[in-house]
């Protein structure tokens, strides 16, 4: 005997037609409450959704597909969330065309206070360290690192994070079992030790170029705010910026060089009101956060650097060959979830290089750790 149909399933089937969002639901609604059809004002796109809309809600191919989207998610241990349940982001649910089904790979939910943080795909060398510092001091004070795992300044945002042992956010325009770009796998793997990927495509659904403007949405969406630390005239962050407008968040920028084409585009949000960042401080007061103190234990400061200064020597010391993480951790006495931001901060770097099945060894650069001194 088949079993009763629940709201989150019909949201799910539904879900399926790409482009229907709580938007055009929220229009089926008032249609059905006027009378009967469609709305007459609708465009022909929109009421093609529409119909295809109604058609999923009822058919039993539909059905079938979302049952095949249920047993993709279970295979790799992604999650379901549907606009009105609880664990739907709360600050993305009151954006009107918010996506009816989110593809939740990861523990962490977009609670508290996330800030997006985007930019450049070909950022500058100055760019991409800016970037990773501002977003390792916004891990700091406890603030979720948004995102869009692209190249560049994205990826940079989420490594800043995870260098700070902070938590991430990754939003896709494919689904999240589908690598892009194709050498993020590491930073993937990363991103799901203590955040999450995201995507309202089921998994399988391929980065075609249509999808990317459409989920920069979404990265504003969950995010109290947007930081734009480069970007060009053109570019997917500056579209973010808009749709950030749009949703009544926070626009802020980074100010760049006039010289470089790659902060065009950032340098124009600037003259025309965004709030301008040069530090962490800076996005704080943006956001009303003034106030909020480090997220790391009292009486971090110059002796909290001191103690990861060693702790980096000692690393170093011990990997006169090829170590396994679980090796430096029992040799060292340090803690796996303790030792992993501080490995990952020396990957980036470039101290140390982590090959297959979490082997660590130097890198030709190791050396004095880039904190002595601090």
Known sequence: MPREQTPADILLRISLVEGFTAGHLVRLAEARDRAPGFPEDASPRGRLLLE??????LSSEAAERAHEVRKACARIGAQIVTLGSDEYPS???????APLVLFWWGSLRAGGDPVAVVGSRAPTAAGKEFTRGLSADLALKGITVVSGMARGIDAAAHEGALSAAGETIAVLGCGVDVLYPPEAGRLRENILCRGAVVSEYPPGTKPLPHRFPARNRLISGVARGVVVTEAPARSGALIT???????GREVMAVPGSPVFPHTEGSNRLLQEGATMVTGVADVLMALGLAGRGWASS??????EKEKECDLERRILRFLSAERHVNDIAVSLNVPVPELFPRLLDMEFQKMIQRGRGDYYRKTSKSGTPAREGV
């Not at 600050?91 to 065309?97: E, I, N």
């Not at 910026?241 to 949703?247: P, T, V, W, Y």
């Not at 009292?298 to 002796?303: I, K, L, S, W």
């Open 241 to 247: 910026a808009r749709l950030a407008l749009e949703q």
């Open 52 to 57: 295809k809309g109604v058609e999923a809600a």
């Open 298 to 303: 009292p009486g971090a400061g110059v002796g």
């Open 91 to 97: 600050l993305l649910a009151s954006v009107p065309d």
